[in-house]
């Protein structure tokens, strides 16, 4: 997600008629470390932004995006280590599967930028249909369909949209993950792309910062509330995006109906919890952490006097973070993050080297 939102960056400070090329990873069979969606803009001086491998392919990218720079043609790169580790041009890949990209031409004026910036600003998910392959005259390589809110748009011409198409969109927009399909007018890849998610975090103290300065780092949004304009002020909280200073009962309800939000309570003050927790958990938000022992966070919701629904509890996570040994207010951010990352992307937390299968299977 960061590296969507730096590329973004970039791109709004295009001068005119500037160009680059987006690499995007459409299929990976096998190993791979990188899935497929990771994206990397690569300019017209060859400075690029984001990584589509470990490292191992991007000089190749670098090379063949100045030649789709002179023709303006969009190219799928097919590198395979199946057979030997050697195989792809001596690249020395350390993963062995078939990993392929998308390379294409855009500027600050291209669809994909375009929907991207106006979905992300509404905070609104979309998906996507790009044509990697194509039988279809009208249809070529890069062309792209948009559904948000039931809605299917083609944002250069308009052909008619293959039926067969319109009906894999609509039922793969219930995903939140990515794939590739093959139909008689061609290879599509799907992606459901969803905006930052937004850290909503109720408390400004010293442990706040490490958060904050995580969550920023992974391309995560930063919301602060605290009542204490001591603590909740701009210079103290430089890399939040947003600073209440309120308390959580004068927020509106349009605060909590972010759908793509997570919640972390650490207000070190039991009446703040109070107020806080319930509301919480009648939001929309997909996370609820809170600090303290699980006693306490029971005591607070059999005081309120509400009854919460199995899925109400199912998403608050008290005491919030990972066991692992955290004692530092850097480590117990650290631990809270990874439990969000994990609990979002439908993981336990556990050790890779005790996973079954594939790393990257849900």
């Known amino acids: 997600m960061k590296e969507l939102q730096e590329i973004l960056k970039k791109v709004s400070q295009f001068a005119p008629n500037e160009k680059a090329i987006l690499a995007t990873v459409v299929d990976v069979q096998g190993s791979g470390y990188r899935r497929a969606g990771a994206r990397m803009l690569i300019d017209e001086n060859g400075y690029s932004i984001g990584t589509i491998s470990g490292g191992c392919l991007e000089a190749d990218v670098l090379e063949r995006a100045r030649k789709v720079l002179e023709t303006g043609e969009p190219t799928v790169l097919i590198y395979d280590t199946t057979k030997d580790k050697n195989s792809v041009f001596g690249l020395g890949m350390g993963c062995r599967g078939i990993v392929r990209i998308l390379l294409e031409e855009m500027d600050a004026e291209s669809s994909f930028f375009d929907f991207l910036q106006t979905a992300f600003d509404a905070r609104k998910s979309f998906t996507m249909a790009t044509f990697i392959t194509s039988n279809n005259e009208s249809l070529d390589v890069g062309a792209r369909y948009f559904l948000q809110d039931s809605v299917i748009t083609f944002k250069t011409t308009s052909p008619q949209i293959p039926k067969e198409l319109s009906e894999e969109l609509k039922r793969f927009s219930h995903e939140k993950n990515s794939k590739l399909a093959t139909f008689d007018f061609g290879e599509v890849f799907f992606e459901t792309i969803n905006p930052p998610i937004n850290l909503r975090l ?11 300065r995580f969550a920023k780092e992974i391309g995560w949004r930063v919301s602060v509330v605290d009542h204490r304009a001591a603590f909740a002020n701009a210079e103290r909280l430089a890399e939040a995006d947003e600073i209440f200073v309120s308390r959580a009962e004068d927020l509106s309800e349009v605060f909590f109906t972010d759908e793509n939000s997570v919640a972390v309570v650490m207000t070190h003050n039991y009446d703040r919890d109070c107020e806080i927790l319930p509301r919480l958990l009648h939001s929309k938000f997909l996370y609820i952490g809170a600090l303290g022992p699980k006693t306490r966070t029971e005591k607070i919701l059999n005081e309120s006097g509400e009854t919460f629904s199995d899925e109400q509890l199912k998403r608050l996570h008290a005491p919030i ?39 990257y299977d849900r």
Do not use: T
Not at 202 to 212: C, E, H, K, R, T
Not at 352 to 357: A, S
């Open 202 to 212: 109720f408390g400004a103290g010293y442990d706040a910062l490490p958060l904050i």
């Open 321 to 359: 973070g990972l066991d692992i040994g955290a004692s530092s207010p850097e480590a117990i951010a650290l631990s809270i993050i990874a439990e969000i990352n994990a609990v979002l992307s439908n993981r336990n937390g556990g050790f890779l080297r005790e996973r079954k299968g594939s790393i």
